[in-house]
T-cell receptor, first 109, second 115 residues
Framework: GQNIDQPTEMTATEGAIVQINCTYQ??????LFWYQQHAGEAPTFLSY??LDGLEEKGRFSSFLSRSKGYSYLLLKELQMKDSASYLC??????????WGAGTKLIIKP | ETGVTQTPRHLVMGMTNKKSLKCEQH?????MYWYKQSAKKPLELMFV???????ENNSVPSRFSPECPNSSHLFLHLHTLQPEDSALYLC??????????????FGPGTRLTVL
């Protein structure tokens, strides 16, 4: 079967760095997405990785290792507004997104 | 209006009611999606339309019936729902439903409660 695993909840301190991991097993691979979802709001796109390596976009970076079925989202200089759920999703061979249950990130002052 | 809009934002219905959820995208996209989001569970893909043709139906019960009259509008018709159908229903669109890099844009969702 297809499976996406990510931690349920993480806590970090304002100004610090946090890494959210995602491991996956899917039928085919056409890229990995990270989305941010604030409580009561729609998910919004953060990043897309299809090749191995690190993609950097401002305070956020995303890493992919296809051979290990592994990705992480790195958030630097954390701000209170980064408190949200972070969703990992893999596009399978049918171009459909398979989603993880999300990681709730709590930022403390 | 910009992006993806959904109406209503909140809906409470009895198990014998019939209601419809509406989604509209103003992005010129060709693919539209219905997802179900339950607490602490992964997003569940329900239906996919690509160029107005339904391309995916993930074993969704027949009490959920989608309709896509054109590439900008998507409906989800609901009838004789069960309490376990209570969830957040999200609509999304993307430029193309058959390419790898095709970011999905989400609407704000309809919070559905079935009594």
């Amino acid at each position: 079967g297809q499976n996406i695993d990510q931690p349920t909840e993480m806590t970090a301190t304002e100004g610090a760095i946090v890494q959210i991991n995602c491991t996956y097993q899917t039928s085919g691979f056409n890229g990995l997405f990270w989305y941010q979802q604030h409580a009561g709001e729609a998910p919004t796109f953060l990043s897309y990785n299809v090749l191995d390596g690190l993609e950097e976009k401002g305070r956020f970076s995303s890493f992919l290792s296809r051979s290990k079925g592994y990705s992480y989202l790195l958030l630097k200089e954390l701000q209170m507004k980064d408190s949200a759920s972070y969703l990992c999703a893999v596009m399978d061979s049918n171009y459909q997104l398979i989603w993880g249950a999300g990681t709730k990130l709590i930022i403390k002052p | 209006e910009t992006g993806v809009t959904q109406t209503p934002r909140h809906l409470v219905m009895g198990m014998t009611n019939k209601k419809s959820l509406k989604c509209e995208q103003h992005l010129g996209h060709n693919a539209m999606y219905w997802y179900k989001q339950s607490a602490k569970k992964p997003l569940e893909l329900m239906f996919v339309y690509n160029f107005k043709e339904q391309t995916e139906n993930n074993s969704v019960p027949s009490r959920f019936s989608p309709e896509c009259p054109n590439s900008s509008h998507l409906f989800l018709h609901l009838h004789t729902l069960q309490p376990e159908d209570s969830a957040l229903y999200l609509c999304a669109s993307s430029q193309d439903g058959t390419s790898g890099y095709s970011e999905q844009f989400f609407g704000p969702g309809t919070r559905l409660t079935v009594l």
